[in-house]
C-alpha cells in the first residue's frame, strides 16, 4: 500500500485551501499513492469567528468536493479535519473524513482531546471555546486493514491508540496542526513512540508555516514504520512524502517482540480500581 502525507498551510481563504488541498490529492494520485492523508483544519485556519463561519453540514460543499477528488482519481482519501456544524451555534465539531475510491463515505471521526493549553509567553489556546469534543473512538477498513483515527492533540493520548491497536489498527492516521513550538521538541518523539509502542505504521499530516500573525504551524508531516523508523518526510513548506507500506514486516515484528500480546491488562485495571478507592 502507498501512502502519501499532503502538508498544507491552510490560512482565513477557505475556497483558496480547498483548491490547495485538491491539487495536493492529485499530485498524490499521480505518484502512485493508494490512500492520501491532508492535515487537521484543512478548510480554514484563522480566528475564531471565521472558524466558526466556516463550519458546514457533513454532507456540504467541502466533503463532496472531496467525495469527487477521491471518486475521479480512485484514490483512498483522508480529508484531514474540517469544520462540522454541530447542535450549537457556538461550537463546531472538529471532524475528520475517510473517502473510499468510489468517493463514498467509509469514516467519521470527531476530535475527542481539545487543545486547551497556556505556555506562558509561547501558546495559548483554547479549542473547547468553539469546538465541542467527540465521543467515539473510530476505526475503518482500507482493503483489508483496519485503519484508527485521530486528530493532532490526540497524539499526547496513548490511551486512544491503544485503544485503536486493541481493536485490530495497523495503520495509525493523524491528521494534526501541531505548533511550531511544541512540534520541534515533541512532534516526531510522540510519532515514533505511538508507533513502536502500537507496532503499528503511523501516518502523520501536518499544517506547516504562518497562518496568523501569531500563530505557525511546524509541517514535518511524516510516515514512521512499527519499528519506529521514519520511512519518509515532507520537505518544508507545502508539498507531500510518500512510502509503501510492508504488512509482512508489521506481522514479523509484532511475532517476534509480541509487546501489546504481553501485556496484563487484569493488573493494570487491579491497580487503576485501588487508585479510584483510594
Known sequence: MRVAVLQTNSRDDKAE?????????ERAAAAGAD???????????????GGLAAAEPIPGPTSEAFAAKARELGIWLLAGSIR???ED?????????????????????RKIHLFDVEITGNVSAQESATVSPGNEIVTAEIEGHTVGLAICYDLRFPELFRALTLRGAEILFLPAAFTLFTGKDHWEILIRARAIENQCFFVAANQTGKYEPDGANYGRSMIVDPWGTVLAT????????????????LKRIRQQLPSVANRRPEVYAREAQAAVAD
Do not use: W
Not at 485551501?17 to 490529492?25: D, Y
Not at 490512500?35 to 469567528?49: F, I, N, Q, R
Open 17 to 25: 485551501n480547498i483548491r490547495v488541498a485538491l491539487e495536493l490529492v
Open 89 to 109: 451555534p457556538g461550537h463546531t465539531y472538529n471532524t475528520s473524513l475517510l473517502f473510499n475510491r468510489q468517493g463514498e463515505l467509509v469514516a467519521k471521526y
Open 84 to 86: 462540522e456544524v454541530s
Open 35 to 49: 490512500v492520501a492523508v491532508l492535515p487537521e483544519c484543512v478548510d480554514y485556519m484563522g480566528p475564531k469567528e
Open 234 to 249: 515532507a520537505p518544508d513548506g507545502i508539498g507531500m512524502a510518500i512510502a509503501d507500506l510492508d504488512f509482512e514486516q
